[in-house]
Structures are given as C-alpha cells and as structure tokens.
C-alpha cells in the first residue's frame, strides 16, 4: 500500500531563509507524487508533482522538490522564503487506482 | 468554466441533526471524491465514485452516505451528526486514474462544518 510521512509537523523560517519541508513516501511502484499548499481558510492548491519525467521537479512560487528513489523522499525546498510562503503544505502520493493519499501536513511559518 | 462547487460553505449543526452538502463539477469528470480535514491528520477519504450511479467506502466512512444519481454531482450526508464530524470538507474530482497519476485532483473550496 502507498503511504507518505511528513516528518516534520511545523517549520519556522525567517524571511530569506531556505525552506526544506521533508517527504518520505512507500509505495510499491513508481509513484506520482505530489505538494499541495493550503493558506489559512483558503482550498487546496497544487504546487509541484513528480510522474516519473525528472527527478527534479520546479513548481510554482519558486518551490522546487526532488525525487530519491533511493531514500524514498520527496523533499519540498525554496531557497528563500517570503512572507506569503506561510501555509500548510501536504505531501501527496497517488495509489495506482487513482487515489490521492495524504501526508499529514506541515505548517510553515515565516518570521520576519 | 466552475470547476468543482461545494455547497454550503459554512454550517453549524446541532448533534443529531441531519444534513447533505453538495459537491458539483462541469468537467465530465467521471471519478469524484470526498475528504475530510482535521488538525495534525491531512485529508482522509470518507468516500469515492468512479462512475454515475456507483459509490465505495474510503477510509473513514462511519457516519456518513453519499450518493451520485447524476454523473456532476456527488452528495455527502451526515444522518445524525456528531461532535466527531466537525471538520473541513472537501471535494475533488478527476476523469480518470491515469490523469489524477498526471495531475492530481481539482478541489472544491471546502465546507467547514461544526457540529456542536
């Protein structure tokens, strides 16, 4: 069965910093993957997804991700970080009959 | 183009009471889904269709019944609400494994629901 773990509930940066969100996933074929962003009281919205193209994958907003298959991860980075970077973030793989599976989210916060 | 609607956005029931929350798309989307969002948990599915007329249990499916009579809507019911349902809910939908594999879901906004 597919499953992701976010080992990190809750990241605080300042304003500039890198941000590293860390994603590891189980699955028992190649998987697609995914990061989804969430801002307070606001839907759901895609930021990245890995389907077996390059292992490292640019999104929007300048967050980037790279697949290792050998470690299993899925790491979400940004190099420096923006006030309106904070939210939640999921890290998602999908199962082969189609459905998302979720991590448990982590919360980002950015001190300025 | 709406994509995914989810009506209402907010609602407050009393525990007991009973209530259907509508998810529609105008995509011919033909797999559709319901998630439920609590703190510290992500997304759990409570149920899925992948078709007009058929429905599956998810992982969290006590509690709740749905229904997809036509192909664009999928409707989430809650017959005797609990404390326990207080959560966010969402809907997505997709037309097929192959594209969700490709592109992920398209989300509705959510419902919050809090049932007290």
């Known amino acids: 069965a597919q499953s992701v773990t976010q080992l990190d509930s809750h990241v605080s940066v300042s304003e500039g910093t890198p941000v590293l969100l860390r994603c590891n996933y189980s699955s028992s074929y190649s998987p697609s993957l995914f990061w989804y962003v969430q801002h307070p009281n606001k839907g759901l919205q895609l930021l990245l997804k890995?389907?077996?193209?390059?292992?490292l994958v640019k999104g929007i907003n300048g967050f980037e991700a790279e697949f290792k298959k050998s470690e299993t991860s899925f790491h979400l980075t940004k190099p420096s970080a923006h006030m309106s970077d904070a939210a939640e973030y999921f890290c998602v793989v999908s199962d082969i009959r189609g459905k998302l599976i979720f991590g448990q989210g982590t919360e980002l916060s950015v001190k300025p | 183009n709406a994509g995914v609607t989810q009506t209402p956005k907010f609602r407050v029931l009393k525990t007991g009471q009973s209530m259907t929350l509508l998810c529609a798309q105008d995509m011919n989307h033909e797999y559709m889904y319901w998630y439920r969002q609590d703190p510290g948990m992500g997304l759990r599915l409570i149920h899925y269709?992948?078709?007009?007329?058929?429905?599956a249990k998810g992982e969290v499916p006590d509690g709740y019944n749905v229904s997809r009579l036509k192909k664009q809507n999928f409707l989430l019911g809650l017959e005797s609400a609990a404390p326990s349902q207080t959560s966010v809910y969402f809907c997505?939908?997709?037309?097929?494994?192959?594209?969700?594999?490709?592109?992920?879901?398209?989300f509705g906004s959510g419902t919050r629901l809090t049932v007290v």
């Open positions: 269709s992948v078709g007009e007329g058929t429905t």
């Open positions: 997505a939908s997709s037309y097929s494994p192959r594209t969700t594999q490709s592109y992920g879901y398209t």
């Open positions: 890995y389907t077996s193209a390059a292992t």
